[in-house]
């Protein structure tokens, strides 16, 4: 095979895609992923380290920000104008970076208010690996679904995850603003799905992690549900676990879901502390730091709950186990998660958790945990105050929770189920060869 002067044979390559115990040579790609938070940054971080430990040869194409990976899983950071780094946040580009053409057309993208990134970065992959094909059995995309995929698909098997559908999130948010021009801002952002759902339509398999992702990805994407291969994110246990000798504190609620978004429900969750409050007095933890004039300070202001709720900001990882140890209780109030991370890991740290029936959290929760009907403060602050009031329930399903996450949720079962999925991807790739 011949394309744009890259060659490459596929047959010929240095394995055998019968004898299914060979060792894989693996590249994952990973648009922007911070590994502390977000589903993809975590994906990519406790995924690569799973598989490396099942003897697999990974290494990782990444943009910003630093993924942080261990020493012995090789990152090859492709170089960006990273336009949304906080720090520098929306820079004017130096003449030197513009005589990329990659990086005038992010710049371009975001300076119309759109998010180029998964393409622009599809790009850079695409031009970095042109030369490297043959070095992967493999190339596993965490859900850039950019145009280049589809080229590079021509020379080595691909496969992708797809942890939520997108759209979910483009339709609130749109819903989330009043005015037309935040609305047309909204749109402009989100222009990139139209190129993800192309994409995704001429990928042969798909990862997702739970089956509501499955089915609503499905439907809004147009892809045959038989395409997608269904394996759950597992949770890093050696990060998040109980912590005995660490006293709970009466009263206190976390949440460790991302403040600004609609999608991720705390309005709802900060009006029910309003109520709880009028019996109990309650405190609440946020994991994270809304920005300066965001509705979520606003809606504080106006319940008047300002003492009882607390922002930590960044926090390193003892002292979010710590958090966890010395809650009463986790919430996850959202609207709809593909998967829920969050739930998982604080049932792995023993903490009791109410959650809502958005997207697949009741996939996650099962019957270690209360679930209420989302969008629903009323029902929350019920369930709030009913824990409150029954400690031994608490204690039974902080219990629950742990035991439910170390049977079915482990890194370790996550990277078999996608080794298995790696070879039938490959296996379907050298028949068409």
Known sequence: MKVMGVQTNFKNRAFDTKNHQDPLRICLLSYRSNPHSGGQGVYVKNLSRALKNLGHQVEVVAGPPDLLLDEDIQV??????????????????????????????????????????????????????????????????????????????????????IHHPITVDRKLDIAAVRTPWKKFKQVRWYSFVGMQKKVSQKLSKIITVSECAR????????VPGQRFKVIPNGIN?????????????????????????????????????????????????????????????????????????????RIDDGNFVRCYATATMAVIPSLYEGFGLPAGEAMACGVPVISTSGGALPEVVGDAGIIIPSADPRALAEA????????????????????????YFTWEKAAESTVEAYRETIDDYGRLQ
């Open 76 to 161: 090859y950071r492709l170089p960006s104008l990273d336009l949304y780094n906080p720090e520098a946040l929306f820079r004017i580009p130096t003449l030197r970076e513009l005589r990329d053409p990659i990086n005038i057309l992010e710049w371009i993208g975001v300076s119309t208010m759109g998010f180029p990134e998964p393409y622009t970065f599809g790009l850079r992959a695409e031009r970095f690996l042109r030369d490297k094909y043959d070095h992967y059995d493999i190339i596993h995309d965490n859900q850039s679904l950019s145009y280049s995929l589809l080229t590079m698909q021509k020379f080595v098997p691909m496969i992708a995850t």
């Open 215 to 222: 089915n609503d990805i499905s439907r809004d994407f147009n």
């Open 237 to 313: 246990t050696e990060l998040f676990y109980p912590l005995p000798e660490i006293e709970r504190e009466k009263n206190r609620i976390i949440v460790t879901n991302s403040a600004d978004m609609p999608l991720k429900g705390l309005d709802y969750l900060l009006k029910a502390v309003k109520e709880v409050s009028k019996t109990h007095p309650v405190n609440l933890t946020v994991v994270g730091k809304p920005k300066k004039k965001s509705r979520i300070i606003k809606l504080i202001k106006e319940l008047g709950i300002g003492p009882q709720v607390t922002f930590t900001g």
């Open 384 to 407: 709030i105050k009913g824990l409150l009031d029954n400690p031994e329930r608490a204690k039974a399903l902080g219990e629950a929770g742990f035991k439910r996450v170390h049977r």
